[in-house]
């Protein structure tokens, strides 16, 4: 579409944006004079030489629109509430739109089976990596109390804690033994050092040759070094000491160092 300036006749090609924005007004850009630019509105120019556009008569009616472009659908209708009934109708008569009429309340699922597997199956679950963890936690110092208190509550009973970082070599003694030929008694005195009584633990004794090579080792658990089945059941106290003896093959006259190591 082109209008046309009236004070300086300059002809410009606009849109309806421009004529939006202004309401019709629009201001030269040569001359910097505000027009109404409805007045010689056009959609195309007429064959040149063009002078000046011609305006458009006023017209006492405003023109009739026949051809309809698009019709937008009615706003929904405006609900209202009956206070004494608690429940949506309509201003106007007719049927309620669909997501204000009144539906019949479902019956309440009943997902608590599911509820109760779920819980099942999570309480196995910690249950086995509880029991493939054992060890570890047993020897907790985090967990161990609060174990301890529930088997105090129900009367059950936990091994023994182990830590074999806790434990004291006090003195060790090899020497050949009085009876058996071709064979030593290793003689050593452990100490806990630990507040708690711990299990013996299995002694690992490595004999050596003056370079320091391996010439034989073997492991002994706590009832092949002690005689005690009753003392081995309770372990060692806090601070309790406990003697120590193995008797083993005598590896030969190149085994001079011995070397002890709990596990």
């Known amino acids: ?86 429940r949506p109708r309509a201003a106007a008569r007719g049927h309620l739109p669909a997501f204000a009429r009144v539906r019949p309340a479902r019956p309440p699922a009943h997902h608590w089976p599911w509820r109760v597997g779920v819980a099942l199956l999570l309480a196995s679950l910690g249950a086995q990596i509880g029991y493939a963890e054992r060890s570890v936690l047993l020897d907790d110092a985090r967990v161990r109390p609060w174990l301890d208190r529930f088997c105090a509550e129900f009367r059950c009973r936990l091994p023994l804690r182990h830590d074999p970082a806790t434990l004291q070599l006090l003195s060790r003694d090899i020497r050949p033994h009085p009876s058996v030929p071709n064979a030593l008694i290793i003689s050593a005195t452990l100490r806990n050092d ?70």
């Open 194 to 263: 630990a507040p708690f009584p711990q299990a013996f633990p299995a002694v690992e004794i490595t004999l050596s040759d003056l370079d320091e090579n391996r010439v034989a080792m073997r492991r002994f658990l706590p009832q092949e070094y002690l005689g005690d089945s009753r003392g081995i059941a309770n372990g060692l106290a806090p601070g309790g000491t406990a003697a120590l003896v193995f008797e083993v093959a005598d590896p030969g006259k190149n085994a001079v160092a011995f070397e002890f190591k709990f596990l």
């Open 1 to 86: 579409m082109y209008a046309q300036c009236p004070e300086c006749l300059t002809i410009y090609k606009l849109g309806a944006a421009e004529l939006a924005a202004g309401h019709g007004s629009v201001r030269c850009g040569h001359c910097n004079a505000v027009f109404d630019a409805l007045r010689t509105l056009t959609e195309q120019l007429p064959p040149e030489p063009v002078h000046e556009l011609a305006p458009h008569p006023p017209s006492v009616a405003p023109p009739q629109l026949t051809i309809p472009a698009l019709r937008p659908q009615p706003a929904q209708q405006t609900l209202l509430f009956d206070p004494d009934e608690r």
